[in-house]
């Protein structure tokens, strides 16, 4: 199934002039400014950029985690100033109770979602769907520590999934898994958000994982002050398959932009500022 343009026109999130400050000592720390973002139903929207560059700071602004200090964000045309179960988010841990199975770990999320208007045989049936979504039907009697990691965040998945979200926001979910683990769930992530057309936020330090699975990728500048430095619309048919994309000129020519953005031309601004910052040096040194 291809998904195309035509399946994808209305906004359903947006992020308007959004920037975030924090206080320290030395007056207000500007960790965001002037992110201006336009996601489609349905479009699955990779973040990516160097270490503190504010990826997971954006994330945690939609997620209502934190609140935006200047702009905002709006959802299906409400503003999002709280936390709310049409977005959940899977975080780098799966944060699952250890001392739950596999099925209630899921049957957990689905209660407080649907806040008693499911029959247990309902929610049993809702239960077992997502975990089958994500191939984690055989083991709904295990508890966390009886599986790998990679099947731990297949359940974390499966939780946020069984949420029925209009929007799933990722912080790295498959930063800390082995390189074929990692394969595998970028594989059947691709598969779910194809059956669900689901809105899909997604931070990734990934290059090859953000061209693999993304619409479009956000490339965030370095911080302070970071902002939206560029977007690469990833215009390669769906399904989409990495054995056959990796000979692909589009794909590495994606790649190669991604790459450009983060070794070159953020490298010059950070050699830029280091220039600027000595010269500062210099001349303080200088009237002393």
Not at 114 to 119: F, H, I, R, V
Not at 162 to 173: C, F, T
Not at 194 to 213: K, P, R, S, W
Request: a neutral charge; glycine letters at 6%; aromatic letters at 4%.
């Amino acid at each position: 199934m291809q998904k195309t343009n035509s399946g994808m026109q209305k906004t359903h999130l947006e992020l308007t002039q959004v920037g975030i400050s924090f206080p320290t000592e030395k007056g207000p720390f500007v960790a965001l400014q002037n992110v201006n973002l336009h996601i489609k139903k349905g479009e699955f929207v990779s973040l990516i950029g160097h270490s503190g560059c504010g990826k997971s700071t954006v994330l945690n602004i939609v997620a209502g985690l934190h609140q935006a200090t200047t702009g905002g964000v709006i959802l299906n045309h409400k503003e999002v100033t709280e936390p709310g179960p049409e977005r959940a988010v899977v975080f780098q841990n799966h944060s699952l109770l250890p001392w739950l199975t596999v099925y209630q770990n899921v049957e957990l999320a689905v209660k407080q979602q649907s806040d008693g208007k499911k029959t247990k045989a309902e929610i049993r049936d809702w239960v077992e769907h997502n975990l089958e979504l994500v191939h984690m039907s055989h083991a709904l009697d295990k508890r966390p520590n009886e599986i790998s990691g990679g099947m731990k965040q297949r359940v974390g998945i499966a939780r946020a999934l069984a949420m029925q979200p209009e929007v799933l926001l990722m912080d790295e979910p498959f930063g800390a898994l082995d390189a074929l683990t990692r394969a595998h769930l970028q594989d059947s992530l691709m598969e779910i958000q194809a059956q669900l057309n689901t809105t899909v936020m997604m931070i990734t330090h990934d290059v090859d994982e953000a061209v693999l699975l993304s619409d479009r990728i956000v490339m965030m500048t370095n911080g302070p002050a970071a902002t939206i430095g560029e977007i690469l619309t990833v215009d390669l048919p769906r399904p989409r398959h990495r054995l056959q994309l990796a000979d692909d000129p589009s794909y590495n020519h994606y790649r190669h932009q991604v790459l450009s953005f983060l070794y070159e031309k953020q490298r010059k601004v950070e050699d830029l500022g280091s220039k600027r910052e000595k010269k500062q040096q210099n001349k303080t040194q200088a009237s002393a």
